[in-house]
């Protein structure tokens, strides 16, 4: 039961290139979520994907696109990086009933944008 | 708009010595709690929750939070803290009804010997 894993662990990508975050789950959760972490500013949701089949923008989705493929899998897209986009991006999953639960995270993926 | 305020952006603090972690969310009907440790270059894991029921729950190293409804806080506390308790505590509610959940800036904790 390997939980969420991320890929790759680490990027560095230049200004306008492309590159799309990997997520997968094995718990059989029915949401997912991207966050990106800044120093400072703790976890900022991205996208979501409440349930197979939809995603909804969160916070601060600009720049993004995310593909939710099938239950296990949820990826976030770049289409055309920018400095500011440089962070350490997350993914997360959760049960759901009326209300999230707990969720369960990657280990991240550490992005840089020259 | 929902929030979560972590009051401290870093706790230094002795080993041995008590520490308080402090967390007061926005006012809701309905919430769900918790409580997330990240050590260096991990992801968050779970700490602590509160879901329904007493309002004082445990971790299993030792930390506790206590919610306060009429406060609408959600404090952690531990009476006695180790050097591998150093990392970053981020305090997060979920409201009824929604999909998403609301996370705190983060309180760092340094733990001296």
């Known amino acids: 039961n390997a939980g969420v894993t991320q890929t790759p662990k680490f990027q560095v990508l230049k200004t306008g290139q492309s590159m799309t975050l990997q997520c997968a789950q094995d718990?059989?959760?029915?949401?997912m979520y991207w966050y990106r972490q800044d120093p400072g500013m703790g976890l900022r949701l991205i996208y979501y994907s409440a349930s197979e089949g939809t995603t909804d923008k969160g916070e601060v989705p600009n720049g993004y696109n995310v593909s939710r493929l099938n239950k296990r899998e949820f990826s976030l897209r770049l289409e055309s990086a920018a400095p500011s986009q440089t962070s350490v991006y997350f993914c997360a999953s959760s049960s759901m009933g009326t209300t999230t639960y707990e969720q369960y995270f990657g280990p991240g993926t550490r992005l840089t944008v020259t | 708009a929902q929030s979560v305020t972590q009051l401290d952006s870093q706790v230094p603090v002795f080993e041995e010595a008590p520490v308080e972690l402090r967390c007061n969310y926005s006012s809701s009907v309905s919430v769900y709690l918790f409580w997330y440790v990240q050590y260096p270059n991990q992801g968050l894991q779970l700490l602590l929750k509160?879901?329904?029921?007493?309002?004082l729950v445990e971790s299993i190293n030792g930390f506790e939070a206590e919610f306060n409804k009429s406060q609408t806080s959600f404090h952690l506390r531990k009476p006695s803290v180790h050097i591998s308790d150093t990392a970053e505590y981020f305090c997060?509610?979920?409201?009824?009804?929604?999909?998403?959940?609301?996370f705190g800036a983060g309180t760092r904790l340094f733990v001296k010997a």
């Open positions: 718990m059989n959760h029915n949401s």
């Open positions: 997060a509610v979920s409201y009824t009804g929604g999909f998403k959940t609301i």
């Open positions: 509160y879901l329904s029921g007493s309002t």
